[in-house]
């Protein structure tokens, strides 16, 4: 460190040597290449200023003429992928007319040019830097857009884009000046004394005007490196928002100090430190927009682009024409407006998680540019940041898969579960559940999500020097070990892996274990959680389920029973069930939920004060109850119309009395005597076995 600071030392004592005596320098180069013509600089720098009038008129009549021929002007582009193709096409008829510019330059340089040597290296090195500021311009104007804003890719306003471009081609210009400057300084054959401290001036001015622009446009800027707030104000925009400023100044203090110490020491990769972050947004944005044309024209091609429309709405107008109708032009075209944006909303997230990819992708890009500036070689596998490089690769990739994986299969999910709220709240036990591949999809989502990120790990201990060869073995070591130790744990794995194989039960469905009943409202690897109807969630591991009752599959059949009198007319009752059951059929709101109309049991039982008649009816589960309510409402409304009379359970209760007994009864005695009996009345009558399983069938 030392030894670096007094070689530091010295040669910035001999450039500030050199730039005391670099005016009479300068004077003696000029003065010992003049010969014969002692005004050779006067008039080389005379035929520069004549070269660039005439290639300025010939870019500016060329780029009229492409433009005006084969870019003409339209109204804004609706889609990415149109924007950045009109984007490139105008990028490249800038470039021919840099070549005609160029064309013309050179061609105005040789007529006016005398064979004076050093003039015409002069010449030549001043054609070259203006063009390369015609090619910064380009590709400002390809990544700004300045009053084109139709075209325009990134989140800015006219003002800032304007400003911007005005700006960084003014730096541009500044640099391209300097750089030319230190060539020419070069091709005098100067001290280089005077080349460094020229080339630290330059750096120096670079440094102050982009930290300038920085500064003067941090609002601008810091939207478009914090990303489109598409999720709301959040913590991670506010950080960046808040750093980014800080620390590009302070890479831009540090990249001027250590560009001097290079420039000083006369080392490599001393150029371009300053203006490594400019030029790395722009290649981001060049390499986005060229990945975003991908996306949109090869890979995912956008549905709702303007000639999609137009060969929807023809199709629909030529359909509408075969059917023998008149289309109405702008109802059709609204129609297939509408069938392709909801198409493409379909297919947005996708497009979204291969954008969030590219940006991911420009970013590394652009860092690697940054990095090689440096003298850090991305490649190199045996350098710590090649590693790194291969282990972000590997991270990125699993990433995308991760993120596909599982966008994939929620959306699978959600299409399978339909919206949310259609199940009726008069659904008490049994409704419908979830269809197979929603209750398998989870556990399959877990299954590859988990298999990604391990594969993923395991490939990046590999790069970094880590032999996975030993935990695959330990791995399976353990494995064997739970698997003797944890047999109730591997019991519950499998037979829960066949329940499911067999359908038994799904995610939704109401089903009886014996033991526990309820809904499935979970399934994970080796257990299930079941709400009962009543509110308690039961855990219940598979393998000690036994068998499986499910009440919400194919179909449900209701039973309900009534009492009547015994002077009632069955026959009589048996049709007006029958009538009954037919016009509910035929009911516009319960007709479509019954799978057989209610009929008529007949008379099932007999008891001392009533005979018990029963219906049944068939419906989808769940929806029984429902339907049980409008059949005991009506079968109510329907006896009372036609004078059956329901009975109600009664004893009589007859006190004899000796009439040699002295003792005689009072009302109130009588009553609680018949009070007395009332527990008889409230309890449920005892049922032969034989008898219910008569009622079941």
């Not at 391990?454 to 020097?465: A, Q």
Request: include cysteine; glycine fraction near 8%; charge should be neutral.
């Amino acid at each position: 460190m030392v030894r670096l600071g007094l070689e530091l030392r010295a040669a910035l004592a001999e450039t500030l040597g050199a730039a005391a005596a670099m005016p009479s320098m300068i004077s003696a180069a000029i003065a010992g290449r003049a010969g014969d013509n002692p005004d050779w600089l006067l008039a080389t720098l005379g035929v520069l200023a004549a070269s660039l009038i005439v290639g300025g008129f010939a870019l500016a009549a060329c780029e009229r003429w492409l433009f005006a021929r084969l870019l003409p002007a339209r109204p804004p582009e609706a889609t990415r992928a149109a924007r950045i193709s009109r984007l490139i096409a105008r990028a490249i008829l800038m470039a021919i007319a840099v070549a005609a510019f160029y064309t013309a330059a050179l061609a105005a340089a040789f007529l006016l040019a005398s064979h004076h040597a050093a003039g015409r290296v002069t010449l030549l090195i001043g054609l070259q830097s203006f063009g390369i500021l015609l090619l910064l311009r380009i590709v400002l104007t390809a990544v700004l857009s300045p009053g084109n804003a139709g075209i325009r890719m990134l989140d800015l306003d006219e003002a800032s884009a304007v400003s911007l471009y005005r700006w960084l081609l003014a730096t541009g210009a500044v640099a391209a000046v300097t750089v030319a400057l230190h060539e020419w300084l070069d091709a005098m054959d100067l001290d280089p004394g005077g080349h460094r401290l020229l080339a630290i001036l330059s750096v120096g001015v670079t440094c102050l005007m982009l930290s300038g622009v920085a500064v003067a446009h941090r609002g601008a800027l810091g939207r478009l490196v914090a990303g489109p707030d598409a999720d709301g104000d959040n913590g991670y925009r506010r950080m960046v928002q808040r750093l980014w400023l800080p620390l590009l100044l302070l890479y831009f203090a540090v990249a001027f100090v250590v560009s001097t110490g290079r420039l000083l020491l006369e080392r490599e990769a001393a150029i371009g430190l300053v203006a490594a972050p400019v030029l790395a947004g722009l290649i981001w944005a060049a390499a986005y927009g060229a990945l975003v044309l991908v996306i949109d024209r090869l890979l995912l091609p956008r549905l709702d682009s303007s000639s999609r429309q137009t060969r929807r709405s023809e199709d629909l107008a030529r359909a509408e024409e075969a059917a023998g109708e008149l289309p109405d032009r702008e109802a059709v075209q609204a129609q297939a407006a509408a069938e392709a944006v909801e198409a493409e909303g379909r297919r947005s997230p996708y497009r979204n998680l291969l954008d969030h990819g590219a940006t991911i992708l420009s970013a590394v890009i652009a860092l690697g540019y940054v990095l090689s500036r440096w003298g850090i070689d991305p490649r190199d596998k045996s350098s710590l940041v090649g590693n790194l490089f291969e282990i972000g690769v590997v991270i990125f990739l699993a990433y995308m898969s991760y993120r596909a994986v599982e966008l994939t299969i929620d959306r699978q999910l959600h299409r399978e579960r339909g919206q949310p709220g259609e199940r009726s709240d008069e659904i008490e036990i049994g409704g419908p559940g979830q269809s197979r591949l929603s209750t398998l999809l989870p556990i399959f989502r877990h299954f590859l999500l988990i298999t990604i990120v391990v594969i993923g790990g395991m490939i990046v201990l590999s790069h970094l020097g880590i032999d996975i060869a030993p935990l695959f073995a330990g791995a399976g070591v353990v494995g064997l070990a739970v698997g003797f130790g944890s047999q109730a744990l591997i019991r519950d794995i499998f037979s829960g892996a066949f329940f499911l194989i067999d359908d038994a039960f799904r995610k939704g469905e109401y089903i009886d274990l014996g033991s526990v009943k309820g809904t499935v409202e979970k399934i994970s690897i080796r257990s299930m959680q079941l709400r009962h109807h009543n509110g308690p969630l039961n855990t219940v591991p598979f393998g000690e389920i036994k068998h499986v009752k499910n009440f919400s599959r194919d179909w449900a059949v209701m039973k309900l029973a009534f009492r009547v009198t015994y002077e009632t007319d069955v026959e009589k009752m048996r049709k007006l069930i029958k009538k009954f059951g037919e016009s509910l059929m035929q009911h516009p709101d319960y007709g479509p939920k019954f799978l057989q109309p209610v009929k008529s049991q007949g008379v099932t039982a007999l008891e001392d004060s009533a005979m018990i008649v029963r219906v049944k009816f068939m419906t989808r589960p769940g929806d029984q109850f429902e339907l049980r309510k409008v059949v005991y409402s009506g079968i109510r409304d329907l006896c009372e119309a036609n004078g059956i009379h329901f009975a109600h359970r009664e004893v009589t209760v007859r006190v004899a009395q000796d009439p040699s007994d002295p003792r005689h009864f009072t009302d109130a005695e009588k009553q609680a005597i018949a009070g007395a009996v009332r527990p008889l009345l409230e309890q449920a009558p005892v049922k032969d076995p034989l008898v219910e399983a008569a009622e079941s069938r």
